[in-house]
């Protein structure tokens, strides 16, 4: 199984850059699509942005296409979601989250969840 952690989250100024990180457990992390959903306390959990196994493929919600970045570093266990020119609409908490081989967009899609990190964006 894979356990995943989150860091990276903050308070910033609209339009300042977070880079928000996702460290795996174990040694099959290569084999994982990756995710990150975010949650604002009053909406429901939402698909951000996702990665394939190899990282040939990505997929963004048409909301951050353009100012955010997914990559992983499958040698350090790691994703990452570059988030620039942030909006005060981003704020929620963000997850990690991970399923086999291909992206989803679908909550019930993943198996595997970490406890999130929280993003404020001040106006």
């Known amino acids: 199984q894979v356990q995943l952690v989150e860091s990276g989250g903050g308070l910033v100024q609209a339009g300042g850059s977070l880079r928000l990180s996702c460290a795996a457990s174990?040694?099959?992390?290569?084999?994982?699509?990756m995710a990150w959903f975010r949650q604002h306390p009053e909406k429901e959990r939402e698909f951000v942005a996702g990665?394939?196994?190899?990282?040939?493929?990505?997929l963004y919600a048409e909301s951050v296409k353009g100012r955010f970045t997914i990559s992983r570093d499958n040698a350090k266990r790691t994703v990452y979601l570059q988030m620039n020119s942030l909006k005060p609409e981003d704020t929620a908490v963000y997850y990690c989250?991970?399923?086999?081989?291909?992206?989803?967009?679908?909550?019930?899609?993943?198996?595997?969840w970490g406890q999130g990190t929280q993003v404020t964006v001040s106006s």
């Open positions: 989250a991970a399923r086999m081989l291909n992206i989803a967009t679908m909550i019930q899609s993943y198996d595997y």
């Open positions: 990665i394939n196994w190899s990282g040939s493929s990505t």
């Open positions: 174990g040694r099959t992390f290569s084999n994982y699509a």
